[in-house]
């Protein structure tokens, strides 16, 4: 499960951990749900905008991390490196993609 994500109990018994009775969602969606047709206060708000910021920093670090990946491992096989230099400059662009 990712960090935002909640387990549902969808027939609203916390007791009951049948795997046909649970399912996940994510922490605003559930809140929502759970409190439908009231305010949320100041606090709910922000835990649901900290969250949201949280799951876009996280897709950004985990691109970030497969684009490294992807440099490193043709940087490995050497497939289509010609030179040093070559070599040099893929992981110098991907390093400064990353640092951005």
Same mark, same amino acid.
């Given at each position: 499960?990712e960090?935002?994500?909640?387990?549902?109990?969808k027939?609203?018994?916390?007791?009951?951990? $049948?795997l +046909?009775?649970? %399912?996940i969602?994510?922490?605003?969606? @559930?809140?929502? %749900?759970?409190?439908?047709?009231?305010r949320?206060?100041?606090? *709910?708000?922000?835990?649901?905008?900290a969250?949201?910021l949280?799951?876009?920093?996280l897709? @950004?670090?985990?691109?970030?991390?497969a684009?490294?990946? *992807?440099? *490193? %491992? %043709?940087?490995? +096989?050497? *497939?289509?490196?010609?030179?040093?230099? $070559?070599?040099l400059r893929?992981?110098?662009a991907?390093? $400064?993609?990353a640092?951005?």
């Open positions: 499960m960090p935002w994500e909640v387990v549902h109990h027939d609203g018994n916390p007791s009951n951990n $049948a +046909s009775n649970l %399912e969602k994510e922490f605003g969606l @559930h809140t929502t %749900e759970h409190h439908s047709g009231s949320k206060s100041y606090d *709910a708000r922000r835990s649901v905008e969250f949201a949280m799951r876009e920093e897709r @950004h670090v985990r691109d970030q991390k684009h490294l990946l *992807a440099v *490193a %491992e %043709e940087v490995l +096989s050497g *497939a289509t490196i010609e030179t040093p230099r $070559a070599l893929l992981a110098t991907a390093i $400064a993609k640092t951005t």
